[in-house]
């Protein structure tokens, strides 16, 4: 039997981790924050002999309650946070930090989740997490090399990549992953690097990451430009990104506009960030669109296209340094805090969607997501196709009618091809959703690798999956 690690059983100080972004709440008997990895094996193993759950928490800016705890140990990777090298850094150090050393330094990690100032490196990993600029990158699965891993059993490998078959007796899993960004489900990966990224912390605790870097643009354009309506939008959105180099689409000869990122924000949004920018009038949707060059900015030919899309071209906001660009992100960061303040003035929980779907669906979805009449604000990632419709339900009636809109939202996108998360994951909150994209036979040949990996059950319990009945174990 492997020796007791050191564990923390005060509730007050327990009581700080029991929650996350989907401010849901948890209960665990312990919190361990082991120094070193080997701190962290010895403890997953003692967990191990006693069948004990293992939650891991990083940073808990999670949006779907993975990092939330049903019981058992709570194993936080915040001191594993050292950066050895601009691109080799511990599990739990904080990305965006690290980003803006990197970028100083004249490199580029590209994965930008919105939340990238308070989440950590492995939590981004284990979420495949992406952002605006996904829509040029991907998401983080593309500009990761290799991890160190601690497995369930308390087994340590390093440098994990993309040569490292499945370990003995994991199953390799084969299903059809939607032609869309996705964050929902283990990855029909057959190396083991792949199929760590986007398990949610239910495969192995990431403890250092090597990460790829690219040089950091020379420059960077920003625009805010506003539309008189949607179809409009929508049709701009087409142009712009007819002839773009897209991780989606690579493209070694990319066309005349070719943004980096194209982020949308519908009327309510627009109403949400009026105090920050003059609004023009006769504006009901608006674009903001990142743009790479080396040498001038090409703003004439984006001023040009605008123009001829049918944009308010002459009300564009531009951004070309550093400060303008800061204002800009501010703005587009003002959504999801307005949204949660909101949410916090209603008293209500906010049900918002993370679905994206193919090209061809977008208009179709865009659709169903203006016809919704309950109070909302919908903004995010149409680059992509992947929008965050936030509904608010200001009472219990409309909640109720928020979750069945988001339930049958969420079909729709599957009907249409698509994903029931582009990008936050599955968690808790969402396996019935899981489970009705990829179906009972895919469901169960998840359930079987978990089985293989993890055969206590003991790691992410009730993350993706359903769990079996609980097994014991005290601290
Ligand atoms: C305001 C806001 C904006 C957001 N914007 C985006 C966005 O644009 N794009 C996006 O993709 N997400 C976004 N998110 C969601 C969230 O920030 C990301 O999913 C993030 O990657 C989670 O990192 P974390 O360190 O907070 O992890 P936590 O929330 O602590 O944990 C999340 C999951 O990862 C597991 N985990 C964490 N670290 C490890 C590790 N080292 N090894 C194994 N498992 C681990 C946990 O067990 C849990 O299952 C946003 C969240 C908020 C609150």
Same mark, same amino acid.
């Given at each position: 039997m492997s020796s007791k690690p050191a564990l923390i059983t005060d509730p007050d100080i327990i009581l700080g981790y029991l929650t996350d972004a989907s401010n849901t709440h948890g209960r665990a008997e312990a919190l361990a924050v082991p120094a070193d990895v080997d701190a962290l094996a010895a403890t997953l193993r003692w967990a191990q002999d006693r069948g004990m759950p293992v939650t891991v928490t990083a940073r808990r800016t999670g949006t779907t309650g993975a990092a939330v705890p049903d019981g058992g140990l709570l194993l936080s990777t915040e001191r594993l946070s050292q950066v050895e090298a601009p691109d080799i850094v511990g599990g739990g150090a904080l990305l965006g930090p690290h980003q803006d050393t990197l970028?100083?330094?004249?490199?580029?990690?590209? $994965?930008?989740?919105?939340?990238?100032?308070?989440?950590?490196? !492995?939590?981004?990993?284990?979420?495949?997490?992406?952002?605006?600029?996904?829509?040029?990158?991907?998401?983080?699965?593309?500009?990761?090399?290799?991890?160190?891993?601690?497995?369930?059993?308390?087994?340590?490998?390093?440098?994990?990549?993309?040569?490292?078959?499945?370990?003995?007796?994991? %199953?390799?899993?084969?299903?059809?992953? %939607? %032609?869309? *960004?996705?964050?929902?489900?283990?990855? $029909?990966?057959?190396?083991?690097?792949?199929?760590?990224?986007?398990?949610?912390?239910?495969?192995g605790v990431i403890t250092r990451a090597g990460l790829r870097l690219r040089p950091a643009p020379a420059g960077v354009l920003t625009m805010l430009a506003f539309f008189p309506d949607l179809e409009t939008t929508l049709r701009f959105v087409d142009q712009a990104r007819s002839g773009a180099d897209r991780a989606r689409a690579p493209r070694p000869k990319p066309g005349p506009l070719n943004p980096r990122a194209i982020e949308y924000f519908d009327p309510n949004a627009l109403e949400m960030i009026r105090a920050r920018v003059d609004l023009p009038a006769g504006a009901t949707d608006a674009l903001l669109l990142e743009v790479e060059h080396e040498g001038e900015a090409p703003l004439d030919r984006w001023f040009e296209a605008l123009v001829e899309g049918g944009a308010l071209a002459e009300h564009t906001v531009v951004a070309e340094d550093e400060q303008g660009q800061r204002r800009l992100a501010a703005i587009r960061h003002a959504l999801p805090a307005g949204t949660n303040e909101r949410v916090v003035a209603n008293r209500m929980p906010k049900v918002g969607t993370d679905f994206a779907v193919p090209d061809a669906a977008l208009a179709e979805m865009m659709a169903e997501y203006r016809a919704v009449t309950l109070p909302h604000v919908c903004f995010g990632h149409i680059g992509d196709n992947h929008l965050h419709l936030n509904l608010l339900p200001r009472d219990a009636t409309e909640l109720a009618e928020a979750r069945s809109t988001y339930r049958r939202l969420a079909e729709r996108a599957v009907a249409?091809?698509?994903?029931?998360?582009?990008?936050?994951?599955?968690?808790?909150?969402?396996?019935?959703?899981?489970?009705?994209?990829? !179906? %009972?036979?895919?469901?169960?040949?998840?359930?079987?690798? *978990?089985?293989?990996?993890?055969?206590?059950?003991?790691? !992410?319990?009730?993350?993706?999956?359903? $769990?079996?009945?609980?097994?014991? !174990?005290?601290?």
């Open positions: 970028e100083a330094a004249g490199q580029h990690f590209p $994965p930008d989740p919105t939340s990238r100032y308070e989440c950590s490196v !492995g939590g981004a990993i284990v979420c495949n997490a992406s952002g605006a600029r996904s829509f040029r990158y991907g998401a983080t699965r593309g500009w990761i090399d290799w991890v160190d891993v601690v497995l369930p059993t308390g087994e340590r490998l390093e440098r994990v990549s993309r040569d490292t078959p499945l370990p003995a007796g994991w %199953p390799r899993l084969r299903w059809a992953e %939607p %032609p869309v *960004k996705t964050a929902a489900g283990y990855a $029909p990966a057959d190396n083991l690097l792949d199929l760590l990224i986007g398990s949610e912390g239910t495969l249409l091809g698509g994903t029931v998360s582009a990008e936050h994951g599955i968690g808790k909150l969402k396996r019935a959703l899981l489970a009705h994209q990829v !179906g %009972p036979e895919t469901l169960g040949a998840f359930a079987a690798l *978990k089985a293989a990996a993890d055969p206590a059950w003991i790691l !992410g319990r009730g993350t993706l999956l359903e $769990p079996p009945p609980a097994p014991g !174990g005290a601290v």
